[in-house]
């Protein structure tokens, strides 16, 4: 079964996709640098998985390649909305799909079509979707607490906010493992969202 042919990811996803993997590494390392300065739990990143060196420099860091999360995160969004490429890969996502193509996952038979994305897909990323924004306010929270009070109140207070930012940042790493677990099972993927591959439903 084939559909019209094309790019089965157009580069400007393919762009912001691995421009996201560059900074995601940098916000995390020089995040996990912060956390250690001030630590909400019972333990500290190992120095080796910091970037910075030091306070400051996790810091400098982080808000330098924030700046690059923002414009990349922003044209990601406004492209993906414009050109109804996120209605077109991400939705819809009924219950019903949802449960039979968790079934097939669980028993290892759910199969992959290109970027007509299964709905364990579809939920996977729209997940981390919601979870990036929410960890973009969290954090705007506990940079600019003043200027961001009505945001912090949402949270509900600064404290609060640091926490939702650290869950946050696990549920990206969490997405992160599973996404990259998936792409070593189904490898043909990769190639693909590196060229751009042609679009077809062939099953895969
Ligand atoms: C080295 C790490 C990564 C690799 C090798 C990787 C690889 C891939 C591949 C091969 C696809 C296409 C999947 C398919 O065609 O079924 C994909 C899609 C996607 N990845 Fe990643 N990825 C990585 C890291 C990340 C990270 C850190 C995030 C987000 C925090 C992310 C978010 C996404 C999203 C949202 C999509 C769907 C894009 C769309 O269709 O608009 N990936 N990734």
Redesign the pocket.
Known sequence: MKKASGSR?PWP?RLC?WT??LV?IGMLMSGWGIYNASPLFNFTFPAWMTLGGWLGGHIAWHLAVMWLLFANGVSYLVW?IISG?FRG?FLPLSGHALWQDLFSALRLRLH?R??D?NAV?KLM?LF??VD?VLLVLSGLSIWKPVQFSGLVALFGGFDRARYVHFYAMSG?VL??VV??VM?ILVPQ??W??ITGGKRSADRE
Do not use: A, D, W
């Open positions: 990811h996803i996709h996201n993997v995601m993906g490429q890969r992959h290109g970027s994305y897909q990323y981390v979707l990036g990206l997405f992160t996404h990259v792409v993927t990769l693909p969202m």
